[in-house]
């Protein structure tokens, strides 16, 4: 049964990626790396068996990992068997295209662009690898109590709980407000199958959405009503339906303006082309992207 997180590179981001690998096992996450005994016997059969047995890959994508026939061998093969894959992006003023483009559209990937310059930075982006991982695939990992080393001049700083999240949580970057499903009727009743969608300055269980999949978008349920998160370009209204239909129909795309690397997203509604913003405590769609657009995935 798979059980493993396969780390796919190209050559040259050894060094990265092997500090990566060492960090996700120090907290506890079985993760599988050629050159960390991934690779034994036969080459071929080692990297099908390191996809055959991966709940999730995260292909650390650059122009040489595009360029790699090794690298496509191994994402292909995973994608014809329907493997999650988490992309990371290590290459700035770039993006994918041709055979890597294809498989990685519409995914979300992972910032690790400038992350070996800086420690805290680093941190920041394997935190953000982390939750991605066990927001697609945690309810499938073993993960095990990272063991501790007793230090008697400095306390070990503390390691992360890592725990699948019942959905996604929408943080607004300037108000800090929470998207939440209130649960209510809309009033004035304009459609009868619609309820209100509100703001929130705290985090609860109405504020997770569970993502689906839909045939190039993304719908968001929300966990505790169930009803999908959705918006009405023509009264510029966000709401939440019992059914999806094409004003549910979402994408959700990396804030590449974003320089905190702090899980920054925009969220944009397929139908219309707006992108979700808030302004003064309210909802708006906009036509163009600016800074009342950034939200941060909690």
């Known amino acids: 049964m798979p059980s493993h997180i396969m780390l796919s590179y190209q050559w040259d981001d050894q ?8 960090r996700l096992k120090e907290d506890g996450l079985p993760v599988w790396m050629d050159v960390e005994g991934g690779v034994t016997g036969n080459i071929n059969d080692a990297m099908a068996a390191g996809v055959e047995e991966a709940v999730v890959i995260c292909p650390f994508m650059t122009p040489e990992y595009q360029a790699s026939r090794s690298c496509k061998k191994e994402l292909n093969y995973a ?9 990371v992006m290590l290459t700035k003023n770039w993006e994918a295209s041709e055979w890597l483009g294809l498989i990685t559209a519409g995914l979300l990937w992972v910032d690790f662009r400038n992350a070996e310059k800086d420690e805290e930075l680093f941190e920041m982006c394997l935190r953000s690898l982390e ?7 945690g309810h499938l990992l073993a993960v095990e109590e990272a ?3 007793e230090e008697e001049d400095e306390p070990e700083p503390p390691k992360p709980c890592l725990k699948k999240k019942p959905g996604r949580g929408f943080r607004h970057a300037v108000s800090e407000l929470y998207i939440h499903d209130s649960g209510e009727q809309m009033i004035p009743t304009t459609t009868e199958s ?12 109405h504020c997770y959405w569970e993502e689906m999949k839909g045939n190039g978008c993304k719908f968001y349920r929300n966990v505790v009503t169930n009803r999908f998160l959705g918006f009405d370009w023509s009264r510029n209204q966000v709401h939440s339906e019992v059914s999806p239909s094409e004003s549910e129909e979402w994408l959700l795309l990396v804030d590449q303006t974003d320089q905190s690397h702090k899980r920054a997203v925009i969220i944009k509604n397929k139908r219309s082309g707006s992108f979700l913003a808030v302004r003064d405590g309210h909802f708006l769609g ?3 992207y600016d800074e009342d657009c950034k939200w941060f995935l909690e």
Do not use: Q
């Open 15 to 22: 060094a990265l990626v092997k500090k990566i690998y060492n």
């Open 147 to 149: 063991p501790r080393e």
């Open 286 to 288: 906009l036509t163009s």
């Open 131 to 137: 939750e991605e991982i066990m927001f697609n695939v």
């Open 79 to 87: 994608d014809t068997r329907e493997v999650i894959v988490v992309p």
């Open 194 to 205: 619609r309820n209100t969608v509100e703001l929130s300055e705290a985090a609860g269980d």
